[in-house]
């Protein structure tokens, strides 16, 4: 069956960085988009970023102002998402999803927790 | 990009029918047959009941519907179990990005 296992979260600080990752397998993953969600606690899904299933077309929100990057690797069947400059407002959990315009499977999310 | 507007909470009895409206603009709702609907849980993980406005993926209910008019789309429940008890998103594409609604409760009486 379908599983996304992402990992890399955690606390980090204010300006810090960090490297989410997200296993896929029980599908060809090198045929799918992949997009990046988050959850801030309490709040609503915030589309964050999407990738191509050949890497050559990506795409972020606007508001995230260039500090994340997707990226995949399709021979570790692998989507990962760098996140630079981090602020309190990121706090969330982020999720990795298969699909562009819409999201058919999800993982089980990771915390990432930026404080001092 | 701004959010979807959904109503912030609905509810119904056991039952009944409800409908979820999510108004966007010409930009997303409106451009693109592309409206998904997720449903959660609290302490869940989302899960897609509607995509491509009124597709339902293996799996999900008949009970669940959608459609779109204009920029507003909308998820009908219909049969309403206490077990639709979650909050529900509304999602489009909106030309190279995504968008969500802000979330609606659902609340089975």
């Known amino acids: 069956q379908v599983q996304l296992v992402e990992s890399g979260g955690g606390l980090v600080k204010p300006g810090g960085s960090l490297r989410l990752s997200c296993a896929a397998s029980?599908?060809?993953?090198?045929?799918?988009?992949m997009s990046w969600i988050r959850q801030a606690p309490g709040k609503g899904l915030e589309w964050l970023s999407y990738i191509s299933s050949g890497s050559t077309y990506m795409n972020n929100a606007d508001s995230l102002r260039g500090r994340f990057t997707i990226s995949r690797d399709n021979a570790k069947n692998s989507l990962y998402l760098q996140m630079n400059n981090l602020r309190a407002e990121d706090t969330a959990i982020y999720y990795c999803?298969?699909?562009?315009?819409?999201?058919?499977?999800w993982g089980q999310g990771t915390l990432v927790t930026v404080s001092s | 990009q701004s959010a979807l507007t959904q109503p912030r909470s609905v509810s119904g009895s056991p039952g009944q029918s409800v409908t979820i409206s999510c108004t966007g603009t010409s930009s997303d709702v409106g451009g693109f047959n592309y409206v998904s609907w997720y449903q959660q849980h609290p302490g869940k993980v989302p899960k897609l009941m509607i995509f491509?406005?009124?597709k339902r993926p293996s799996g999900v209910p008949d009970r669940f519907s959608g459609s779109k008019s204009g920029n507003t789309a909308s998820l009908t429940i219909s049969g309403l179990q206490a077990e639709d008890e979650a909050d529900y998103y509304c999602s489009s594409y909106a030309g190279d990005q995504g968008v969500f609604g802000g979330g609606t409760k659902l609340t089975v009486l």
């Open positions: 999803a298969s699909g562009r315009y819409y999201l058919d499977y």
């Open positions: 029980g599908f060809t993953f090198s045929n799918y988009y």
């Open positions: 491509d406005v009124s």
